[in-house]
């Protein structure tokens, strides 16, 4: 991703988790716990997060793998990284790489589970395709990668951004996936099942 982009989220880490809570009645808390139950991931096993951000996701799936398990935060901002490790810095299974999603820098069949939490539509044109494909490449057989994103918010505020956020994939691809992001991870997973969380205001969907 570009130099311009990701000073964009350099700034925008600064401000993040006040976004996002005007969007979720929960401050993430219990969304994050239902998203790291879904990995069905266990003690032992190794989690991967990308785009992680300032992190969210990174707690309720340490606690999941335990003291033997390691959870991966990867995202290529190091402003949203720095807010990541402000909040794992007392978790030692929690490890952070800076890196870009379409070209992960780890071997084949590594994770027993990847999530990516309210970013995937950040993710432009063909760079969705290729993170899909890196995604498969790096998950161990049979085991699920976890999408959770935002419905179309209800605050007027939030929507607009959310649309503008949408929009910043180009108009064609930000319609496509709006309306037709099942259709979208079934070319590439097998199975896919779309669950709605207890807040009604995100989604989840498991791929295998």
């Given at each position: 991703?570009?130099?311009?982009?990701?000073?964009?989220?350099?700034?925008?880490?600064?401000?993040?988790?006040?976004?996002?809570?005007?969007h979720?009645?929960?401050?993430?808390?219990?969304?994050?716990?239902?998203?790291?139950?879904?990995t069905?991931?266990?003690?032992?096993d190794?989690?991967?997060?990308?785009?992680?951000?300032?992190g969210?996701?990174?707690r309720?799936l340490?606690?999941?793998?335990?003291?033997?398990?390691v959870?991966?935060?990867?995202d290529?901002?190091?402003?949203?990284?720095?807010?990541a490790?402000?909040?794992?810095?007392?978790?030692?299974r929690?490890?952070?790489?800076?890196?870009?999603?379409?070209?992960?820098?780890?071997?084949?069949?590594?994770?027993?589970?990847?999530?990516?939490?309210?970013?995937?539509?950040?993710?432009?044109?063909?760079?969705?395709?290729k993170?899909?494909?890196?995604?498969?490449?790096?998950?161990?057989?049979?085991?699920p990668?976890?999408?959770?994103e935002?419905?179309?918010?209800?605050?007027?505020?939030?929507?607009?951004?959310?649309?503008?956020?949408?929009?910043s994939?180009?108009?064609?691809?930000?319609?496509?996936i709006l309306?037709?992001?099942?259709?979208?991870?079934?070319r590439?997973?097998?199975?896919v099942?779309?669950?709605?969380?207890?807040?009604?205001?995100?989604?989840?969907?498991?791929?295998i």
């Amino acid at each position: 991703m570009g130099k311009i982009r990701r000073n964009y989220y350099d700034l925008f880490s600064k401000f993040y988790d006040r976004f996002i809570a005007m969007h979720a009645t929960d401050g993430q808390g219990a969304l994050r716990d239902i998203l790291a139950e879904h990995t069905a991931a266990g003690p032992g096993d190794i989690v991967l997060d990308i785009c992680t951000g300032t992190g969210a996701a990174l707690r309720p799936l340490a606690a999941r793998v335990e003291n033997t398990g390691v959870v991966v935060g990867l995202d290529f901002s190091s402003g949203m990284l720095r807010a990541a490790h402000e909040k794992t810095r007392s978790n030692a299974r929690v490890c952070l790489v800076q890196a870009d999603c379409s070209r992960l820098p780890f071997k084949t069949g590594v994770f027993a589970a990847i999530t990516c939490s309210h970013a995937f539509y950040e993710l432009k044109g063909k760079t969705q395709v290729k993170t899909i494909e890196e995604i498969k490449r790096c998950l161990l057989p049979g085991k699920p990668f976890l999408m959770m994103e935002h419905e179309v918010p209800e605050n007027r505020l939030v929507r607009l951004l959310f649309y503008i956020r949408l929009m910043s994939m180009g108009r064609e691809r930000a319609v496509q996936i709006l309306k037709h992001e099942l259709v979208f991870l079934k070319r590439h997973f097998r199975h896919v099942k779309k669950t709605t969380t207890i807040t009604g205001r995100s989604k989840i969907y498991t791929c295998i």
